[in-house]
């Protein structure tokens, strides 16, 4: 670009951290600051630490926002604060991410203890601090009560207390709230076809089971196992928890995909939750077995597969933390 505001490097920054070029992101921002001598801006923070995020950057990321507030004197937004609690949330700093929302200039909102919550239910935290982020996040007035309601279900489903899911459940039926339903969409020739959890409306759905058929026995071959947890939302025998996650969207999108694409061409697909643990190591390993390249884009971020690896490089799995 022969002319660069601030504007244009806050959007390439952004960009970049939104499509998992984590490290180019970073590299940009410090471009900006030292070889261009271009100030930041309260946005530009947003962006470097929206990448430090994805990207599981938990030093970088307590070193950018310590330069907002120290070198260049920006007040931390909600936003900011929003990026801070999830980047140590999800690297297991759950203590420290408490300490930063309690040092807020401004009210928690509910994403953050959404956030909070999200990191106890996958990192086994305890039922009580997740039952008091639950509460937290359900005194602020939100629209996305039914997800809060779904992570605590998770958190007493870990912990074995299937009293407490059905307690749960009837509070989600009693106030008249539903899980959102997760789907896949793929586009083939023009064409977006749509795929939830079990479907069998497709008119090309006998074919579609039986590649996936297919699809399983070249996993088991390969040493693959079910992660069950991803199934635990009741009680119930292994193999129902298996056949569960067998149906899910974006499995049923990849086997379209497999049986449509041309040969050599990405599989990509749109979906409106966030990929699930066991879908996240099939979705590798179907990109390794079948040399092809899978690209996702889920609730939160893209994911890009392929020789059976990730470009989240698997981050946002973890259930420890960095330092371990």
Known sequence: MPERDITSWNVAILTLANHG??????ELFDRMTRAENVVPNAITFVAVLSACNHGGMVEEGRRYFEMMVSEYR???RIEHYGCMVDILARAGFIEEALDVVSGMNCRPDAIIWRSLLDACSRQNAGVELSEAMAKLALDVPDD???GVYVLLSRVYASAQKWNDVGMVRRLMSDEGLKK???FSSIEMDGLVHQFVAGDTSHPQSEEIYAKLDEIEQKLASSGYKPDLSEARMVAGMDHTKGA?????SERLAISFGLLNATARAPIRILKNLRVCKDCHTIS???SELYDVEIIVRDRIRFHHFKDGACSCKDYWLSRSKLAD
Do not use: N, Y
């Not at 070029?21 to 970073?26: A, G, H, K, Q, Y």
């Not at 569960?244 to 899910?248: D, E, K, S, V, Y």
């Open 21 to 26: 070029c984590v490290r180019e992101s970073v």
């Open 74 to 76: 920006i007040r931390p």
């Open 144 to 146: 996305a009560v039914s």
């Open 180 to 182: 959102e339903p997760g």
């Open 244 to 248: 569960a996650l067998r149906l899910h």
């Open 284 to 286: 590798k390993l179907i």
